[in-house]
């Protein structure tokens, strides 16, 4: 075991402060970053990214568990931190000083690697979406473990009937499964977010024959878009979305939320076979 200084010692020697204008928020518990690295399962010698390490919290935790690490960081105040992870692990860490949104994740990394993060608030629905939309199935990504809102969080396991359940929910589960792996108390942070976090893992499964993601998302952003409003007028805007909804049987006077996610995928199929 490589010995190293506390994570507070760390942020004092470097002179960090968690940036509101980045989504910061630091975790120094070991014990709970451990525990997060563990959510994937044995990492010893696999590729892992990780988006916004700061001072390399969960880094280290993930070093530890052997993983090989590629970390992504925009704030170049945490770079010397990070500088110090790559002289203790020889060889295990490299980081990338760029915005993770600009940024191909499959070609930065060129071979299958696991995502492992504390996702910075401000970006990580956008990362998330991104990686749930891959046009390439299955994905270089062979899990996700991020660290969201638990609002958010609850968005993306959401059943249908619930008022949490939309497009989130749909792009997690129809071509993957998704868990809610761990809950964090706002106590845990430094600063304590308003809000309390939990973690979310998700795997790819088998992407359902003849349904293709643009088509699904153009529904679930027109369906939910509206969710109040009945099927009839929330998708009127889509050619062929009516058409498709009576060729399955679908009532167009339900409302987005009651339908499963089998229903969106089977109405993404019918659309685009009207379509063509």
Same mark, same amino acid.
């Given at each position: 075991?490589?010995?190293?200084?506390?994570?507070? *010692?760390?942020?004092?020697?470097?002179?960090?402060?968690?940036?509101?204008?980045?989504?910061?928020?630091?975790?120094?518990?070991?014990?709970?970053?451990?525990?997060?690295?563990?959510?994937?399962?044995?990492?010893?010698?696999?590729?892992?990214?990780?988006?916004?390490?700061?001072?390399?919290?969960?880094?280290?935790?993930?070093?530890?568990?052997?993983?090989?690490?590629?970390?992504?960081?925009?704030?170049?105040?945490?770079?010397?931190?990070?500088?110090?992870?790559? *002289?203790?692990?020889?060889?295990?860490?490299?980081?990338?000083?760029?915005?993770?949104?600009?940024?191909?994740?499959?070609?930065?990394?060129?071979?299958? $690697?696991?995502?492992?993060?504390?996702?910075?608030?401000?970006?990580?629905?956008?990362?998330?979406?991104?990686?749930?939309?891959?046009?390439?199935?299955?994905?270089?990504?062979?899990?996700?473990?991020?660290?969201?809102?638990?609002?958010?969080?609850? %968005?993306?396991?959401?059943?249908?009937?619930?008022?949490? $359940?939309?497009?989130?929910?749909?792009?997690?589960?129809? %071509?993957?499964?998704?868990?809610?792996?761990?809950?964090?108390?706002?106590?845990? $942070?430094?600063?304590?977010?308003?809000?309390?976090?939990?973690?979310?893992?998700?795997?790819?499964?088998?992407?359902?024959?003849?349904?293709?993601?643009?088509?699904?998302?153009?529904?679930?952003?027109?369906?939910?878009?509206?969710?109040?409003?009945?099927? %009839?007028?929330?998708?009127?805007?889509?050619?062929?979305?009516?058409?498709?909804?009576?060729?399955?049987?679908?009532?167009?006077?339900? %409302?987005?939320?009651?339908?499963?996610?089998?229903?969106?995928?089977?109405?993404?199929?019918?659309?685009?076979?009207?379509?063509?």
């Amino acid at each position: 075991m490589v010995d190293l200084p506390p994570l507070r *010692e760390v942020i004092k020697t470097h002179g960090l402060s968690a940036s509101k204008a980045l989504g910061q928020n630091f975790l120094f518990d070991e014990q709970l970053l451990g525990r997060i690295a563990a959510i994937p399962g044995n990492l010893d010698g696999k590729a892992v990214l990780e988006i916004g390490p700061g001072p390399g919290g969960l880094t280290r935790a993930l070093l530890r568990a052997g993983a090989r690490v590629t970390a992504i960081e925009r704030d170049s105040r945490c770079i010397p931190a990070l500088a110090e992870l790559q *002289e203790a692990f020889p060889g295990q860490l490299r980081v990338v000083e760029q915005d993770a949104l600009a940024i191909d994740h499959g070609d930065l990394m060129g071979e299958p $690697f696991a995502v492992v993060a504390n996702l910075p608030y401000n970006i990580g629905t956008a990362l998330f979406t991104r990686w749930l939309a891959d046009s390439a199935w299955p994905p270089r990504w062979t899990s996700l473990t991020l660290m969201f809102q638990q609002e958010v969080a609850r %968005r993306i396991i959401a059943a249908p009937g619930s008022g949490e $359940f939309g497009r989130l929910a749909i792009l997690a589960q129809w %071509r993957s499964s998704a868990k809610l792996a761990m809950k964090v108390h706002r106590s845990a $942070f430094t600063p304590p977010p308003k809000v309390m976090s939990a973690i979310v893992h998700v795997e790819p499964v088998a992407a359902p024959e003849g349904a293709d993601i643009r088509t699904l998302e153009r529904l679930t952003e027109a369906a939910f878009g509206q969710r109040r409003k009945m099927l %009839r007028q929330s998708l009127k805007g889509v050619e062929g979305a009516l058409s498709a909804l009576e060729s399955l049987g679908i009532d167009s006077t339900r %409302r987005a939320e009651t339908l499963a996610v089998a229903d969106f995928v089977a109405l993404a199929r019918a659309l685009d076979q009207i379509i063509k």
